[in-house]
């Protein structure tokens, strides 16, 4: 089974330097989760349950918060999931449209989230 770093490794660049910034945020923002591959995509997990993760298109990576819909967001940029799911996802095509501190703030209140 593929690791997180072989799974970016094999991304196309600019793809693999978005992926790799989130996956140093991830690390840094959620250091009691796993981070492995779910459904063939990172996943950081606490137990079985998934927290955020990533998947890379051909022209963005996708940055997903499975409780992303409970969560505060006055930036705006997350996006709801369609159906029943909690799920709230961003897009970012190159490095410079992460915010890291907005990254962050959601990736805290992802990880209070699944805690409860």
Do not use: C
């Not at 991304?11 to 492995?36: H, I, K, S």
């Amino acid at each position: 089974m593929p690791t997180v770093d072989e799974y970016i490794s094999a991304l196309a660049t600019p793809q693999r330097v978005v992926a790799g910034r989130l996956q140093d945020l991830l690390d840094e923002q959620l250091p009691t989760a796993t981070a492995q591959l779910y459904h063939a995509h990172p996943v950081w997990m606490e137990g079985k349950t998934p927290i955020a993760g990533f998947k890379a298109y051909p022209r963005w990576v996708t940055l997903m918060l499975w409780s992303g819909k409970r969560m505060s967001d006055p930036s705006g940029r997350l996006e709801a999931s369609a159906g029943s799911t909690d799920l709230a996802s961003v897009k970012f095509a190159h490095v410079d449209e992460i915010d890291d501190d907005l990254v962050r703030d959601w990736l805290t209140q992802a990880a209070a989230l699944t805690n409860r």
